[in-house]
């Protein structure tokens, strides 16, 4: 006989990483520990962070921006996997996302150290070659070599990766229905005991409340958004979105309020929902479609208002999206 949701046990469990919070939600028997469950997860998200931190000066990404142009460097596989994945998207949207504006997201003031004028003038300086035609990568050996100078940073899509190492951790303890996530970027396996989709609400693209725009059902499925409204950084008396845009190494001016992508993976949400961001309201629908991903547009119009432009048939209701990926 099959349990029900009424005779399982909720198990919400969370903890540090990236400057924010991880978090997983699943349902159990009773009497199943979740201990061993939460240490694994926090191990999880920890090697991501050691790997592809720019907060870290001894990450594995931060070795590899010191290491010397035109030398093979060897890398951790989950960094090999990013990078791998991020050259494919920085190809596939023609640049719009780049993982090697580390120097210029550092001028802008949204790494470590606070905006520097110096920096930011070089930054505008360009042009500039995007990574996925600096990089050599070398999967089978782990190894990737710069063929010029190039600091990388992986803040576009090593959160949406973390999440894929949280389902998958879920994973290897048998737990094939969960949902978890990283500071908004979410990743559903499966159903939820009784059947039903997991639930993630689509914030609102308004920096001074938290609240709901609209809500998805997923199943088998991660959805990552990309804003305006978040992580910002004044200078000059403007206040500047962190979305870099690699054509002026500046902030992005006039971009969507948000883009939300719906993919099978994390870092493919992820890393697609900065890349049409930077893409913006005349090209980024038109990428999407052609290249079959489900993305929701969020418009600022008018006085305060919001214009909705959508991509891919998951995004056809107006208020549920149900997604399921194979």
């Not at 991880?22 to 159990?28: E, G, H, N, P, Q």
């Not at 303890?173 to 990743?187: K, Q, T």
């Not at 609400?201 to 998805?216: I, N, Q």
């Not at 479609?289 to 600022?300: H, I, T, W, Y």
Request: aromatic share 6%.
């Amino acid at each position: 006989m099959s349990k029900t949701s009424t005779d399982m046990i909720r198990h919400a469990l969370n903890g540090p990483t990236m400057g924010t919070r991880w978090s997983a939600l699943f349902f159990t028997e009773a009497g199943f520990d979740p201990a061993p469950v939460r240490h694994a997860l926090q191990v999880a998200v920890e090697e991501v962070d050691a790997q592809m931190s720019i907060w870290r000066p001894d990450s594995d990404l931060m070795r590899l921006n010191a290491a010397p142009v035109g030398e093979w460097t060897r890398v951790p596989a989950h960094l090999m996997a990013v990078l791998r994945l991020a050259m494919q998207v920085g190809r596939a949207s023609g640049g719009a996302f780049d993982i090697g504006l580390g120097d210029t997201v550092a001028a802008w003031g949204f790494g470590p150290a606070p905006a520097d004028a110096d920096r930011i003038r070089q930054a505008l300086d360009g042009p500039r070659r995007p990574a996925h035609q600096v990089l050599e990568l070398d999967p089978a050996a782990c190894r990737v070599r710069k063929a010029s100078p190039i600091t990388l940073d992986l803040n576009g899509i090593a959160k949406g990766y973390g999440v894929d190492r949280l389902a998958e951790t879920l994973r290897e303890f048998g737990l094939g229905s969960a949902l978890v996530g990283i500071d908004g970027e979410m990743r559903a396996l499966g159903l939820r005991p009784d059947g039903s989709p997991w639930v993630v609400a689509l914030e609102a693209p308004d920096p001074g409340c938290r609240a709901a725009h609209s809500v998805l059902a997923l199943q088998d499925a991660a959805v990552a958004t990309s804003g305006d409204y978040r992580h910002r950084v004044r200078v000059g008396g403007r206040t500047l979105s962190h979305t870099m845009d690699p054509r002026r190494g500046a902030p992005l001016l006039a971009a969507p309020a948000s883009v939300t992508v719906v993919a099978q993976t994390g870092a493919e949400a992820d890393a697609w929902a900065s890349a049409l961001m930077v893409l913006g309201e005349a090209e980024g629908p038109a990428v999407a479609r052609r290249s079959g991903l489900d993305a929701l547009f969020l418009l600022r119009h008018g006085a305060g208002g919001i214009r909705v432009v959508k991509a891919g048939k998951l995004f056809g209701a107006p208020e549920v999206v149900a997604s399921h990926y194979s």
